[in-house]
Each structure stands twice: as structure tokens, then as C-alpha cells.
């Protein structure tokens, strides 16, 4: 799998570790955040990350900031994105099962590297279910469209 990465300066260790963790895992990683402490403007990499994932320069993408949530913010912006704040295993297996989520955001302020991990696995580890869950993505879709 080739998942794109992004991250603020807030997030930037444990960034490394993840890309470490998913190249262990096999998959190709393709790095669009920072490498450096020094602080930055997440919106700019969550839009760049989005815009790849939708382009289908990756078959997924993690973004990873203080909290998770002004990345995944910036992201959601993009048409086509479906960006998803997890904290836990299970919301991480469900918003792939059920929203088929094309972005994973967690916070390096909000979870600690471990669990971080076991987020990244149970996410990519699940697959979309389709059914009556496509029919709200199709919702989705339609607010995202303006109808």
C-alpha cells in the first residue's frame, strides 16, 4: 500500500516513528510533512495531503498534528476527502469500515507512540463495507457537491 504523510512541528518524532513503523509494515510512504521542530502552518500540509489522496497519489493518507484535529480540518476542505480524528482502535476500524475514511488523523499530544501504532494497524487493517454505508457516503458526496 502507498499511504501519504503529513505532520506539523508538534508532531514531528513521532511522525518519524510511524513512517518507520509502516515501512516494518511493508507499505511505501510518501513524506509531505516537516522533519524539523520548527514551527509551521498545518493547514498547508493537511490541504497537501489531501489533494494527493484524492488524486490518488496514495491509497490513503496520515496526518498527524498536536491534537489531530486542525490537520484533519484542513484537509476535509478538499473535495473528496473524508478525514478522520481517532484516539482509539475501534473508532479507527469503524470510520474505515462504515465512512470509508481516506485519511487518518491522530494527535502526538493525545496518544502516545504505542497506541499510535495500534491506530495506524487497526485502521489499515479494515476495509470498507459498502452497503448502506456507501449510501451515506453518496450523502456526503451530494453536500460536498452543493445539492
Not at 508532531?11 to 524539523?36: C, P, Q, R, S, W
Amino acid at each position: 500500500m502507498r499511504i501519504i504523510i503529513g505532520n506539523d512541528h508538534a508532531a514531528t518524532d513521532m511522525k518519524m516513528e510511524i513512517l518507520a513503523y509502516l515501512k516494518e509494515l511493508g507499505h511505501e510512504v510518501v513524506n509531505f510533512g516537516v522533519d524539523t521542530t520548527q514551527s509551521c502552518d498545518y493547514p498547508k500540509i493537511g490541504e497537501k495531503v489531501g489533494r494527493a489522496v484524492v488524486a490518488g497519489e496514495g491509497d490513503c493518507g496520515i496526518l498527524i498534528c498536536g491534537t489531530g484535529v486542525g490537520i484533519s480540518i484542513a484537509a476535509n476542505k478538499v473535495k473528496g476527502v473524508r478525514a478522520a480524528v481517532c484516539s482509539d482502535t475501534a473508532t479507527a476500524r469503524l470510520v474505515k469500515q462504515h465512512n470509508n475514511a481516506n485519511i487518518l488523523a491522530f494527535g502526538a499530544r493525545i496518544v502516545g507512540l504505542e497506541l499510535a501504532k495500534d491506530i495506524v494497524k487497526a485502521y489499515l487493517n479494515a476495509e470498507f463495507e459498502g452497503g448502506r454505508h456507501q449510501l451515506r457516503i453518496d450523502m456526503i458526496h451530494d453536500i460536498e457537491a452543493g445539492s
